[in-house]
């Protein structure tokens, strides 16, 4: 009988358990799991009299929307890596309150629960919301309904990229109107992506697309910063620590620009609210359950990343939307090449 090395062994034991999760990118990325393919993107297709919205990133419904009219075009992708949002909390049933924040300008900034599904289809703990009963409710700085929501992680709600896993849900800050300093990096255009031809849903759409991507780049951060602790935790080279800092740099970046173009459409700031669930990560135990996480967050989040960012960039016609992706999509491969490294390190180091 073939014995593998005790390392080896409980490196493959943990990628088999984390293998579920992995499923679940490939489901979000248009994969119906058997091999043959998909269409790249989200199940969900809105249509406007100005264009349509498609998602490609972390949520079904908010990351990549192409805007058209008769009067000229503007094609608007989402980064490589995020998407929903819900700045409420919790876990699913039936007849509870989900907040988002407003997309819409004007004495009514909500939108109709009518078209609440338009703009908001999963949570923050990737919720999808099956049922929209009530709301909004008037008066709050948030947009909040009564809804029916599903279990989280649903696979249509997944995370593409590095996530922030804090309790086995990926974390990610609020989103809030307000400058709090993450959206002053200028895009390629001085005056910021181009908005003549998209009526105030398409541009609401775009808003929430590249908010919501902004937010889960924001909390890669965080999630960069937890790896190089735990590469020092464990013995790594410098090599792979300096790496580990870059990509949290990289991640900064990318936020920065995902609230500037979010910004830009909105028509005012748009920034992360605070992520208190960072004050809850925990180190990986074990050699073994840190290079699993690599093949997982690393390995196939951010091959994936990269893989989206350059589709998306290919179909984008705006200067700054283009810009934007060609710096996530660079940054993104050198993350996927970094996770390989760690797990190649790894195995050399894990021993018997």
């Known amino acids: 009988m073939l014995r593998l090395p005790t390392f080896e062994a409980q490196l493959a034991r943990q990628i088999l358990i984390a293998a579920g999760a992995t499923a679940c990118l490939a489901v979000a990325c248009g994969d119906d799991g058997e091999g043959s393919g998909g269409s790249g993107g989200s199940t969900t297709t809105t249509t406007t009299t100005t264009g349509s919205t498609t998602s490609t990133k972390s949520s079904t419904t908010a990351t990549s929307t192409t805007s058209t009219s008769s009067t000229g075009s503007s094609t608007s992708t989402g980064m490589g890596g995020a998407g929903g949002g819900n700045e409420g909390g919790g876990g699913g049933g039936a007849g509870v309150e989900r907040c988002w924040f407003p997309v819409l300008k004007g004495q009514d900034p909500c939108p109709p629960l009518d078209d609440a599904g338009i703009y908001y289809a999963c949570t923050n703990d990737g919720e999808l919301v099956s049922e929209w009963i009530s709301g909004p409710e008037p008066g709050l700085e948030q947009c909040c309904y009564i809804v029916e929501v599903g279990p989280p992680n649903d696979p249509n709600c997944a995370v593409i990229g590095r996530p922030l896993v804090v309790e086995g849900r990926a974390a990610r800050a609020g989103v809030a109107r307000g400058d709090r300093g993450w959206a002053r990096r200028a895009t390629a255009s001085p005056s910021g992506p181009?908005?003549?031809?998209?009526?105030a849903k398409a541009r609401a759409l775009l808003a929430r697309a590249w908010a919501d991507d902004a937010a889960y780049e924001h909390?890669?951060?965080?999630?960069?910063?937890?790896?190089?602790?735990?590469?020092?935790?464990?013995?790594?080279?410098?090599?792979?620590?300096?790496?580990?800092?870059?990509?949290?740099?990289d991640e900064i970046r990318h936020a920065e620009l995902g609230f500037a173009l979010a910004s830009a459409y909105a028509g005012e700031a748009l920034s992360p609210t605070a992520l208190p669930e960072a004050a809850k990560l925990s180190l990986a135990s074990?050699?073994?359950?840190?290079?699993?996480?690599?093949?997982?967050?690393?390995?196939?989040?951010?091959?994936?990343?990269?893989?989206?960012?350059?589709?998306?960039?290919?179909?984008?016609?705006?200067?700054?939307?283009?810009?934007?992706?060609e710096v996530v999509r660079a940054d993104e491969g050198r993350h996927a090449e970094l996770a390989w490294k760690l797990v190649a390190w790894a195995l050399r180091a894990g021993g018997e």
């Open 219 to 249: 909390a890669s951060v965080a999630s960069f910063s937890k790896l190089s602790l735990e590469l020092m935790a464990f013995g790594a080279p410098s090599e792979l620590v300096r790496a580990a800092h870059e990509a949290a740099l």
């Open 286 to 325: 074990d050699l073994a359950s840190l290079a699993a996480a690599a093949v997982k967050e690393g390995c196939v989040g951010e091959t994936l990343a990269a893989l989206v960012a350059s589709a998306q960039h290919d179909v984008a016609t705006d200067n700054a939307v283009r810009s934007a992706l």
């Open 194 to 199: 181009s908005i003549v031809g998209l009526d």
